[in-house]
């Protein structure tokens, strides 16, 4: 199936995010504090301290899941999308691929943004979980309200 600009712009950002995140660590690992927070409650304050070992399970949690919508992105082509019709079946199909996309790229700016905040051994903003949760739900509704459209017409 043909790759749209949107999301080969997605894809590109989420494995620059990604591998922005590993030389970050890798430059600032030295100046990184021995505890860093690895926990925090829902308004951003640290509850839980931890070795800065710790903090590199954000990454591979990062590029795990990168991975794995990346799989599911590949294979998607196999699942019946609904839809009457090879035009309107397509139509679902990229739609799809876009959620998928545009989430890959929330979850690894999330993950992103968490590691650094961690390194740095600060609280998160008061406003980083509803911002999270809007963008993560407010995203795959768009998506999901387009293809419920695709399908209906």
């Known amino acids: 199936m043909k790759k749209?600009?949107?999301d080969q712009i997605m894809n590109?950002?989420?494995l620059l995010l990604l591998l922005g995140t590993v030389v970050f660590l890798t430059a600032f690992w030295q100046r990184i504090p021995d505890?860093?927070?690895?926990?925090?409650n829902a308004a951003?304050?640290?509850d839980r301290w931890s070795s800065r070992t710790e903090l590199l399970?954000?990454?591979?949690?990062s590029w795990l899941v990168?991975?794995?919508?990346?799989?599911v992105?590949?294979?998607?082509r196999t699942w019946n999308a609904g839809g009457n019709g090879i035009k309107k079946q397509e139509q679902v199909h990229i739609l799809l691929r876009h959620l998928?996309?545009?989430l890959k790229l929330l979850v690894v700016v999330i993950f992103t943004w968490i590691t650094v905040w961690c390194a740095l051994a600060l609280p998160l903003p008061v406003w980083f979980l509803p911002v999270t949760l809007v963008a993560v739900f407010g995203d795959m509704v768009y998506w999901i309200v387009r293809l419920i459209r695709a399908q209906s017409l």
């Open 73 to 76: 992105e590949q294979i998607f």
């Open 4 to 6: 749209y600009p949107l």
């Open 12 to 14: 590109r950002l989420s």
């Open 57 to 61: 399970i954000l990454p591979v949690i």
């Open 35 to 40: 505890e860093v927070p690895m926990h925090f």
């Open 66 to 71: 990168y991975g794995l919508l990346t799989v």
């Open 100 to 102: 998928l996309s545009t």
């Open 44 to 46: 951003g304050e640290i």
